[in-house]
Nanobody, 113 residues
Framework: QVQLVESGGGLVQAGGSLRLSCAAS??????????MAWYRQALGKQRELVAR???????NYADSVKGRFTISRDNDKTTVYLQMNNLTPEDTAVYYC?????WGQGTQVTVSS
């Protein structure tokens, strides 16, 4: 089973930025041919897709984060990133990365008003 290790969450004021990282314990070749995604789950709500990227580098975003969040990947480091700018309290959630059927452990992002 793929192991995913996330980092980068924390507490930030509204308008601030954070960058999340998710490192996958797979070979570079395997990582490079598969897509990755970030999801989030706020308290009392369902888990939702935030952003995803495929092997070719194409990206998709939830409407709520378009223009503020950027997903990127480093195939050499088998790592995906989520750059989050202009954060709002509505972005407060546990963020999970997803790769090839496996989930990361989650990292808490809290945005204060």
């Amino acid at each position: 089973q793929v192991q995913l290790v996330e980092s980068g969450g924390g507490l930030v004021q509204a308008g601030g930025s954070l960058r999340l990282s998710c490192a996958a314990s797979v070979s570079r070749s395997f990582f490079s041919i598969n897509g990755m995604a970030w999801y989030r789950q706020a308290l009392g709500k369902q888990r939702e897709l935030v952003a995803r990227t495929n092997s070719g580098g194409s990206t998709n975003y939830a409407d709520s984060v378009k223009g503020r969040f950027t997903i990127s990947r480093d195939n050499d480091k088998t790592t995906v990133y989520l750059q989050m700018n202009n954060l709002t309290p509505e972005d407060t959630a546990v963020y999970y990365c997803y790769f090839f059927g496996s989930w990361g452990q989650g990292t808490q992002v809290t945005v204060s008003s």
